[in-house]
């Protein structure tokens, strides 16, 4: 299997709510990403976990909420968004690597976010 | 720091060739390049590690410069599925595992 799953493929949701997106892998790769993209513009990296341990934050605000409860699971926890967090969110996985490694990574095929 | 890519769109025609280039002013451990077609996530293509190791497609063959801090793409007697957004990501030497990506570059092939 080397594919990344997301889910949902699209999601509305009020300034309001609390919603979830979901990322799964079964490539045995420890190391996952959450990455945010606008229309026409390159995916701008959110969050990364290694070994299920957040490692980076890109200051990220706080109304993304990141969670990885296994090594093949990522989820991204929404809460309180404004209109502007509109746009796709992308999963991405891979060897976490060390030294002289490839860790080109896998992308999910993302979730469409609009915040009404 | 974001990579800078040129050109920023190209138009050919089938079977001509192209060469998308990205640039950093930091120094790189690795270059990634991938491309996205229109809805679609972006789909690994190439990586170059400092040194010179590679790994990437059969068709599409790319160079790191490391002197210079700079990668080019080479695509070459293009097909119409070349079309889309190509995109370089760039990893710093700092053991900080993570890809920059560069603005982009439109590339889309006609008949």
């Known amino acids: 299997d080397t594919e990344v799953t997301q889910t949902p493929k699209h999601l509305v949701m009020g300034m309001t709510n609390k919603k979830s997106l979901k990322c799964e892998q079964h490539?045995?790769?420890?190391?996952m990403y959450w990455y945010k993209q606008k229309a026409k513009k390159p995916p701008e990296l959110m969050f990364v976990y290694s070994y299920e341990k957040l490692s980076i934050n890109e200051s990220v605000p706080s109304r993304f909420s990141p969670e990885c409860p296994n090594s093949s699971l990522l989820n991204l926890h929404l809460h309180a968004l404004q209109p502007e967090d509109s746009a796709l969110y992308l999963c991405?996985?891979?060897?976490?690597?060390?030294?002289?490694?490839?860790?080109?990574?896998?992308f999910g095929p993302g979730t469409r976010l609009t915040v009404l | 720091q974001q990579p800078v890519q040129s050109p920023q769109a190209v138009i050919l025609r089938e079977g001509e060739d192209a060469v998308i280039n990205c640039s950093s002013s930091?120094?790189?451990?690795?270059v990634h390049w991938y491309r996205q077609k229109h809805g679609e996530a972006p789909v690994f293509l190439m990586i170059l590690l400092k040194g010179g190791e590679q790994k990437g497609h059969e068709k599409i063959s790319a160079s790191f410069n490391e002197k210079k801090q700079q990668s080019s793409l080479y695509l070459t007697a293009s097909q119409l599925s070349y079309s889309g957004t190509y995109f370089c990501?760039?990893?710093?030497?700092?053991?900080?595992?993570?890809?920059?990506f560069g603005s982009g570059t439109r590339l889309q092939v006609q008949p």
């Open positions: 991405a996985s891979s060897r976490p690597g060390g030294s002289r490694s490839y860790n080109e990574q896998f």
């Open positions: 490539m045995g790769h420890r190391a």
């Open positions: 930091k120094a790189l451990y690795s």
């Open positions: 990501g760039t990893e710093m030497g700092t053991g900080r595992r993570a890809l920059t």
